[in-house]
């Protein structure tokens, strides 16, 4: 699908900081722009389980697609017993060596909309005490929010250094974000100057 979308649309992408993911299961944080990262993930992290929203799994085609990846999902309106299988389920898959991913941010947000994570990626981070990799993204500059059409172009990934486990889940939270919205900000504005 990558390839077809660079073909069809001109939307490609890069890679930065790959070294930075650890060579044991950890917790990937990443802030969600388009539906291109939701793509993009089981090729990005091929060992990964993605935390989605059951709805997901409603829409033809992508939710065809994301049944037979590896995924936790999640029903967002039962909020305790959702909270109680991601973490459970985040467990069994570190347990069989994959790492996690979760969009912190619970939905879609607009480029210039700063980071704001959900609690859920606390109770996360202090369960399955592994190195967390906050990764920040800007596939929003090409696939805009709400919008069927994309811009050519090409997105950047970049996986950020790990954070370690064991801090307190509120500055754990405080420090990603901070991190993925620097760096969110260096790649638009990198992006607007070329």
Known sequence: MLALLGVVAGVRYVVRGA???????????????????????????PEVAIVAKREL????????????????????????????????????AMAEGRSVLIFPEGTRTPVGKPVSFKRGVELLYRTLEAPVVPVALDSGRFWPLGSRLKAPGVITVSLLSPIPPGLPAAEFARRAESMIETEKAALVASGASS
Request: aromatic share 6%.
């Open 57 to 92: 799994l409603r829409i033809p085609v992508m939710g065809w697609y994301l049944r037979r990846s590896p995924m936790i999902v999640i029903d967002r309106e039962e909020a305790g017993k959702a909270l109680r299988e991601m973490t459970a389920q985040s467990r069994a």
């Open 19 to 45: 070294s930075n993911l650890p060579d044991r299961p950890c917790l990937i944080v990443a802030n969600h722009q388009s539906t291109w990262e939701t793509i993009a993930a089981l090729a990005l992290f």
